[in-house]
């Protein structure tokens, strides 16, 4: 069975300093990786996805993550952290098993960015 | 511009009382989905609906109801037998339900009770 945890619920940072917020996963199959980002009273918008291309997976608004297997993680990070990525970031991995397009959250990332 | 509508905002239930969350989609998708949202948790799944007039229980689909008999439309219901529907309910779409296609949200509708 897939899973996906995140290993930090709340992250904070500086502005214009690095952001790192961490997932790792279980997956008895070569799994999709996607992370989303939520503002307050809003849906999820798409950050980034994989699907067993490059490891390395550049977003939107300047954020990547790289797939290592070895490591069953996908953590994803933007060089310079700016006021409007304050947001939940979840973490989310395919259910493989049953062909269903459905999704397996992580309980997400709640990321500060102080001026 | 393409995307998912949900309405209303924000929704109030009074004990006893059904109410019908909107969702509709105008990117031609194929497959949409309900997620309910609790404070400080993931998104746990409803019910999903792969093509039009079919359509599955997810992980929490006990006190809901759907239907699907527009590829645009796919409302949901929160009956009576739902004891705690106090939650942000999201509604998604992806173009197929296949594993590798990244699903698109609307912006959700506050449930509460009165």
């Known amino acids: 069975a897939q899973s996906v945890t995140q290993l930090d619920s709340h992250v904070s940072v500086s502005e214009g300093t690095p952001v790192l917020l961490r997932c790792n996963y279980s997956s008895s199959y070569s799994p999709s990786l996607f992370w989303y980002v939520q503002h307050p009273n809003k849906g999820l918008q798409l950050l980034l996805k994989?699907?067993?291309?490059?490891?390395l997976v550049k977003g939107i608004n300047g954020f990547e993550a790289e797939f290592k297997k070895s490591e069953t993680s996908f953590h994803l990070t933007k060089p310079s952290a700016h006021m409007s990525d304050a947001a939940e970031y979840f973490c989310v991995v395919s259910d493989l098993s049953s062909n269903t397009g459905k999704l397996i959250f992580g309980q997400g990332t709640t990321l500060q960015v102080k001026p | 511009d393409g995307g998912i509508t949900q309405s209303p905002k924000y929704l109030f239930r009074k004990e006893g009382q059904n109410v019908t969350l909107s969702c509709e989609q105008n990117?031609?998708?194929?497959?949409m989905y309900w997620y309910r949202q609790d404070p400080g948790q993931g998104l746990r799944l409803i019910y999903y609906s792969q093509i039009v007039n079919d359509f599955q229980k997810g992980d929490i689909a006990e006190g809901y109801s759907v239907s699907r008999e527009k590829k645009e439309s796919f409302p949901l219901t929160v009956t009576s037998a739902q004891k705690n529907p106090t939650a942000f309910y999201l509604c998604?779409?992806?173009?197929?339900?296949?594993?590798?296609?990244?699903?698109?949200f609307g912006d959700g509708t506050r449930l509460s009770i009165l």
């Open positions: 994989y699907t067993s291309a490059a490891t």
């Open positions: 998604a779409s992806s173009l197929q339900p296949r594993a590798d296609q990244p699903q698109h």
């Open positions: 990117l031609n998708h194929d497959a």
